[in-house]
């Protein structure tokens, strides 16, 4: 069974950056696409960014330009750094297979907030 364990989140003023990881156990990690996806309090989860097996990126409009998605194949893992960080970005954030074929993790919350 697939395994996603995500970190990195935290409390962080607006307009500040962080920098969520994502380990995953599975093998041939390297051929699968991968995406991080969050959920607001009392909102839908929802797709953020998505990564192919060669790289190519795409994301929501809401995080263009401030987000960047990327990956290591040697070392299994999955990255998330946002820049200009805003109160509405503030949710639990989960990553997976895009699509989210796996179980999902326990997430790590992020709050922007002064």
């Known amino acids: 069974q697939v395994q996603v364990v995500e970190s990195g989140g935290g409390l962080v003023q607006p307009g500040g950056s962080l920098r969520l990881s994502c380990a995953v156990s599975?093998?041939?990690?390297?051929?699968?696409?991968m995406g991080w996806y969050r959920q607001a309090p009392g909102k839908q989860r929802e797709s953020v960014a998505h990564?192919?097996?060669?790289?190519?990126?795409n994301y929501a409009d809401s995080v263009k330009g401030r987000f960047t998605i990327s990956r290591d194949n040697a070392k299994n893992m999955v990255y998330l750094q946002m820049d200009s960080l805003k109160p509405e970005d503030t949710a639990v954030y989960y990553c997976n297979g895009n699509p989210p074929l796996y179980s999902w993790g326990q997430g790590t919350q992020v709050t922007v907030s002064s």
């Open positions: 990564i192919t097996s060669g790289g190519s990126t």
């Open positions: 599975r093998i041939g990690f390297s051929i699968y696409p």
